[in-house]
């Protein structure tokens, strides 16, 4: 099984920044997609940004130019810059990651149980 956590939310000012960390653990064999998703109460989740085990990145357009993304194929673990925080970004914070458990197997994706953000003066 795979592990997923979610860390680095809190409370912030509007236009000030925080830093996500999503780290899998487990019995990780190859990790491909990972992703940032989000969920206000009442509201569908709402994705926020993928980064492929290539390195290339995708934004939603409600956080491009404010949000990036990067990724320790290392260590196993995807990070989330936010700058320029604002009250709509209120959220809380998903991570998922499709993972593969061998070269034929078929990936599966796992979810973190999220972290919660608040932008608010």
């Known amino acids: 099984q795979v592990q997923v956590v979610e860390s680095g939310g809190g409370l912030v000012q509007p236009g000030g920044s925080l830093r996500l960390s999503c780290a899998a653990s487990?019995?990780?064999?190859?990790?491909?997609?990972m992703g940032w998703y989000r969920q206000t109460p009442g509201k569908q989740r709402e994705w926020v940004a993928t980064s492929t085990r290539a390195g290339s990145t995708n934004y939603a357009d409600s956080v491009l130019g404010r949000f990036t993304v990067s990724r320790d194929n290392a260590k196993n673990t995807m990070y989330l810059q936010m700058n320029s925080l604002k009250p709509d970004d209120t959220a809380l914070y998903y991570c998922?990651?499709?993972?593969?458990?061998?070269?034929?197997?078929?990936?599966?994706?796992?979810w973190g149980q999220g972290t919660q953000v608040t932008v608010s003066s």
């Open positions: 998922n990651l499709d993972h593969s458990a061998s070269l034929q197997s078929t990936p599966r994706t796992f």
């Open positions: 487990g019995r990780i064999f190859r990790i491909d997609n």
